[in-house]
């Protein structure tokens, strides 16, 4: 197991090697959607990011546990409840299977738990009632807020002092606070509003207690990697930091990571300014592994622009990964059997340690994509050789499977897999009907696959096919 990694820890602002809890186990929480609405490609960035990081721990033979939560009530889906005359659960269940539908289609693996707050009621109320006993948070008509100044370190994430957290805190008209930077652990309920009955009387959790404690219940007191986008360091994952140590009396998370914004042109992608993109809109007009690829062009703590002209250019890369490989299972037919040239495995290892060193580098997916299509250089390379052996297709076919898809997931073959059989059977009922000479029936195949983007190609060793 590779004990070379090092990540930016946003808590130290700076590089650090990886050295978890337990060896060879990381626990991991990602924070998750709100799930009022459909989610757009900045919030897509944190999840396919941080799926790649999961992938490659796991490569490496770490047991990585993952936990993405989805925040289901709150006060824009009790906005979105009043607007649509639908109630909270009906409107995040609709937005939870549009996350999840968005994120199959990129390629997201399912975290193995993914937390909703409404089902962990009982565990945020422990953790308010602890808060309250420990003199950390203060109940106020039904609201209960925590008290920050009782926390010395209070802004070591986000690497401000008190002055600069009053300066720049946006100060709510609220006579219930004892103190501006004080925030809501559990707010009381408004007429009409979904709620649970409590101590304090009926009410709903605040935004930040949900993740400490969904993630103490599913991974423990201390987390190795806690994660999201760094519009989330402040205020919520330092507040986040001040309650779940306040409330375990140990340290929370060793390793906190955060990954940049999308700007659209020259400005940072907001609803505020209106220049969203939505994913399930994206994936009406490009291959969701275009979209994939463009969120792992960068180094995940840079800023990145989108442009359609750059999602363009990102499915001319994936076709050229995807043509290499379909040409290497092509080429497989007409190769002889035979040994591995000692030559290709020299470049294949050291395309192996340039990769690893990519992705030891605070997992640098940029330079990672670039090694990838080294790969497949290599691989077009040595298929247009007049003699290759099928165990060379193999050795350069299993590279790209496991650098190329079981890390990256940038190719087609897990989504594709499942209806390559539907395909190879539609072309032998084509092939039959040629044979029995029923034209008719072979066109309407043809046409059948063309419109659903497979393309047949007759040749002499048999057809081919291939997607636009």
Request: with cysteine; hydrophobic share 35%.
């Given at each position: 197991?590779?004990?070379?990694?090092?990540?930016?820890?946003?808590?130290?602002?700076?590089?650090?090697?990886?050295?978890?809890?337990?060896?060879?186990?990381?626990?991991?929480?990602?924070?998750?959607?709100?799930?009022?609405?459909?989610?757009?490609?900045?919030?897509?960035?944190?999840?396919?990011?941080?799926?790649?990081?999961?992938?490659?721990?796991?490569?490496?033979?770490?047991?990585?546990?993952?936990?993405?939560?989805?925040?289901?009530?709150?006060?824009?889906?009790?906005?979105?409840?009043?607007?649509?005359?639908?109630?909270?659960?009906?409107?995040?269940?609709?937005?939870?299977?549009?996350?999840?539908?968005?994120?199959?289609?990129?390629?997201?693996?399912?975290?193995?738990?993914?937390?909703?707050?409404?089902?962990?009621?009982?565990?945020?109320?422990?953790?308010?009632?602890?808060?309250?006993?420990?003199?950390?948070?203060?109940?106020?008509?039904?609201?209960?807020?925590?008290?920050?100044?009782?926390?010395?370190?209070?802004?070591?994430?986000?690497?401000?002092?008190?002055?600069?957290?009053?300066?720049?805190?946006?100060?709510?008209?609220?006579?219930?606070?004892e103190h501006p930077l004080d925030f809501a652990l559990w707010k009381a309920a408004k007429p009409g509003e979904i709620s649970w009955e409590t101590p304090w009387g009926p009410g709903r959790p605040g935004w930040h207690i949900e993740c400490s404690a969904m993630a103490r219940k599913y991974l423990g007191d201390t987390l190795d990697i806690h994660a999201g986008g760094a519009d989330l360091c402040f205020p919520h994952h330092?507040?986040?930091?001040?309650?779940?140590?306040?409330?375990?009396?140990?340290?929370?998370?060793?390793?906190?990571?955060?990954?940049?914004?999308?700007?659209?042109?020259?400005?940072?992608?907001?609803?505020?300014?209106?220049?969203?993109?939505?994913?399930?809109?994206?994936?009406?007009?490009?291959?969701?592994?275009?979209?994939?690829?463009?969120?792992?062009?960068?180094?995940?703590?840079?800023?990145?622009?989108?442009?359609?002209?750059?999602?363009?250019?990102?499915?001319?890369?994936?076709?050229?990964?995807?043509?290499?490989?379909?040409?290497?299972?092509?080429?497989?037919?007409?190769?002889?059997?035979?040994?591995?040239?000692?030559?290709?495995?020299?470049?294949?290892?050291?395309?192996?340690?340039?990769?690893?060193?990519?992705?030891?580098?605070?997992?640098?997916?940029?330079?990672?994509?670039?090694?990838?299509?080294?790969?497949?250089?290599?691989?077009?390379?040595?298929?247009?050789?007049?003699?290759?052996?099928?165990?060379?297709?193999?050795?350069?076919?299993?590279?790209?499977?496991?650098?190329?898809?079981?890390?990256?997931?940038?190719?087609?073959?897990?989504?594709?897999?499942?209806?390559?059989?539907?395909?190879?059977?539609?072309?032998?009922?084509?092939?039959?009907?040629?044979?029995?000479?029923?034209?008719?029936?072979?066109?309407?195949?043809?046409?059948?696959?063309?419109?659903?983007?497979?393309?047949?190609?007759?040749?002499?060793?048999?057809?081919?096919?291939?997607?636009?």
């Amino acid at each position: 197991m590779s004990m070379t990694i090092k990540l930016y820890n946003t808590l130290t602002k700076k590089k650090e090697p990886l050295e978890t809890l337990q060896e060879g186990q990381i626990r991991m929480y990602v924070c998750g959607p709100t799930v009022y609405n459909y989610i757009h490609i900045g919030n897509a960035r944190v999840f396919v990011f941080f799926d790649v990081v999961r992938r490659y721990l796991q490569h490496l033979g770490y047991q990585v546990s993952y936990v993405q939560n989805f925040t289901d009530v709150d006060d824009r889906l009790i906005q979105a409840s009043r607007e649509t005359g639908k109630s909270v659960p009906e409107i995040a269940e609709r937005y939870i299977q549009a996350y999840f539908d968005d994120m199959d289609a990129l390629g997201v693996k399912r975290a193995d738990v993914h937390p909703r707050a409404t089902e962990h009621i009982p565990e945020m109320l422990d953790a308010v009632k602890s808060l309250i006993e420990k003199g950390y948070a203060y109940e106020k008509k039904g609201d209960v807020y925590y008290r920050p100044l009782r926390k010395e370190d209070y802004g070591k994430l986000s690497h401000q002092s008190l002055e600069e957290l009053k300066t720049g805190v946006r100060i709510e008209t609220n006579e219930l606070k004892e103190h501006p930077l004080d925030f809501a652990l559990w707010k009381a309920a408004k007429p009409g509003e979904i709620s649970w009955e409590t101590p304090w009387g009926p009410g709903r959790p605040g935004w930040h207690i949900e993740c400490s404690a969904m993630a103490r219940k599913y991974l423990g007191d201390t987390l190795d990697i806690h994660a999201g986008g760094a519009d989330l360091c402040f205020p919520h994952h330092e507040n986040e930091i001040a309650q779940s140590e306040a409330w375990t009396g140990k340290q929370f998370v060793r390793y906190w990571l955060h990954n940049g914004y999308i700007n659209m042109g020259n400005e940072k992608m907001s609803k505020s300014l209106g220049n969203v993109r939505r994913v399930f809109e994206l994936r009406q007009e490009f291959s969701p592994l275009a979209i994939r690829y463009f969120l792992l062009s960068a180094h995940y703590r840079n800023p990145i622009s989108y442009s359609d002209e750059v999602i363009e250019q990102a499915e001319n890369s994936i076709e050229r990964i995807k043509t290499a490989y379909q040409n290497m299972i092509y080429r497989r037919q007409t190769a002889l059997p035979g040994g591995v040239d000692p030559e290709l495995q020299t470049v294949l290892k050291e395309l192996t340690r340039q990769f690893h060193v990519a992705m030891d580098d605070d997992f640098n997916t940029a330079n990672a994509v670039s090694v990838l299509f080294e790969g497949v250089k290599l691989a077009n390379e040595w298929i247009a050789k007049p003699v290759v052996s099928q165990s060379e297709i193999d050795e350069l076919s299993s590279w790209l499977n496991v650098y190329g898809q079981e890390i990256l997931g940038l190719l087609p073959v897990e989504q594709e897999n499942s209806l390559d059989e539907q395909i190879e059977a539609l072309i032998n009922e084509r092939q039959q009907a040629r044979k029995d000479r029923n034209f008719a029936r072979a066109d309407e195949i043809r046409d059948h696959l063309l419109s659903q983007g497979i393309i047949l190609e007759d040749t002499p060793q048999g057809v081919r096919w291939k997607r636009k």
